[in-house]
């Protein structure tokens, strides 16, 4: 038997609720419309032949309120005449006709109470973002404990357009960096609404990108690099060359070296041997803007190594479009053949093309990402042989170690 029962009925209107439905009319004021609800009832057979399970059903139909209460649902009934018993009526719709009865058949009065509240509190401070309340209802919901602190940081940039200073410095009862950082997806949308044009980096997009998009000053990046010749030392000559520098201080640095390696494994990166006139820099892997601005690279060799993969191409292929002088090290195909022992598998290899690569790392591009040799094939860069790095290195060519300038 598929008769709708007590339970389908509440399972609809919450459905109504999960989808905001019921919270929305809130925000504008509106009266909820009467909504009909999907009844499916007896067939013409079984009201004959099952007449006492019908019977049941409507009485158990009528119970979709709590004990001594009034009926939450309207139910419309129709004539049928039965054989024995006579002309008799039965459910055929069901209909929602209140927004107060739909609250008090699922138990939602005082999450709707505590909405409207929030919309109140809303159209008050920030009527900007009434829209964002009527789109995400229960998302408003789920934030009622700290909405105001919300509004308090939406209030706050309005009067401190583009403030210049770290979240740190917001000064905001109740409010800390913390708060911010954390809340940041939401009050990207917030913010959205409530600040004119000028006041957004529209370029700037994403959560990591916050800071910038409303004009915060960010942690600034850092760059790690070491250097392989004792000859071009910053620290004392006893100390070992490991330095991390922002990117400002590393774009003027321009370092008396001829050679620059990049690698993405740090182990790698602390074992790269002494090297005449050479440095290493660690971790630069998808975010090459942050080399963009140091232009005396530009002058330099640079060699990338990275993991032999599709994507360890793309990463060459990306650092190309910022330094086009970059030459591979180490990821071509004699290097993976004699390592066939050591492969691992890349669970989802890139599948586009790279416009940047040689014609020698195209093809073994092209052969990893159509499993050519087998399913997935990767090399990662630490599971190389040190003595094949070695012999690597000492093949390249002779570098002038002067300062290059």
Not at 55 to 68: E, F, G, I, K
Request: proline share 7%; glycine share 6%.
């Amino acid at each position: 038997m598929n008769w709708t029962t007590p339970a389908d009925l509440r399972a609809q209107v919450q459905k109504l609720w999960d989808k905001g439905d019921l919270l929305r009319p809130c925000v504008q004021g509106d009266a909820m419309p009467p909504r009909r609800l999907r009844l499916v009832g007896p067939t013409s057979t079984e009201l004959t032949e099952r007449f006492d399970e019908v019977r049941a059903w409507m009485v158990d139909l009528r119970r979709t309120s709590p004990p001594h209460s009034a009926p939450r649902l309207r139910i419309i009934l129709r004539e049928f005449r039965h054989r024995v018993l006579g002309s008799n009526a039965v459910p055929d719709e069901v209909w929602l006709d209140s927004l107060d009865d739909a609250l008090a058949l699922i138990g939602k009065q005082k999450d709707c109470k505590r909405f409207t509240s929030l919309v109140q509190l809303t159209r008050e401070q920030q009527p900007a973002l009434l829209p964002w309340l009527e789109k995400r209802p229960l998302n408003a919901l789920a934030l009622a404990d700290v909405w105001s602190r919300l509004l308090a940081v939406v209030s706050w940039l309005q009067v401190h357009p583009r403030p210049g200073i770290y979240l740190r410095q917001v000064d905001l009862a109740g409010v800390d960096s913390k708060f911010i950082e954390v809340m940041r997806g939401v009050l990207s949308e917030l913010l959205d609404l409530a600040l004119p044009l000028d006041a957004i980096d529209p370029r700037a997009t994403g959560a990591s990108q916050f800071c910038r998009r409303y004009g915060f000053q960010d942690k600034p990046l850092r760059i790690r690099f070491r250097l392989l010749d004792p000859r071009v030392a910053l620290l004392p000559d006893a100390c070992e060359q490991d330095i991390g520098v922002t990117q400002a201080a590393f774009e003027r640095l321009d370092l008396p070296v001829s050679r620059v390696f990049i690698t993405e494994n740090e182990v790698n990166f602390l074992a790269f041997p002494p090297l005449p006139g050479s440095l290493v820099i660690f971790g630069a892997g998808y975010g090459f803007e942050v080399l963009a601005g140091a232009r005396w690279l530009l002058s330099r060799s640079i060699y990338y190594w990275g993991d032999i993969d599709t994507h360890g191409f793309a990463i060459l292929d990306q650092l190309r479009a910022r330094l086009p002088q970059v030459q591979s090290l180490l990821m071509d195909k004699a290097t993976l053949l004699a390592h066939a022992t050591q492969w691992g598998d890349e669970p989802q290899p890139l599948l586009r093309d790279l416009s940047r690569l040689t014609v020698e790392e195209r093809a073994l591009f092209d052969e990893l990402r159509d499993n050519r040799l087998r399913v997935g094939v990767r090399l990662e860069q630490e599971r190389i042989g040190f003595g094949w790095l070695q012999q690597a290195l000492a093949a390249l060519p002779q570098e002038n170690q002067s300062n290059p300038r």
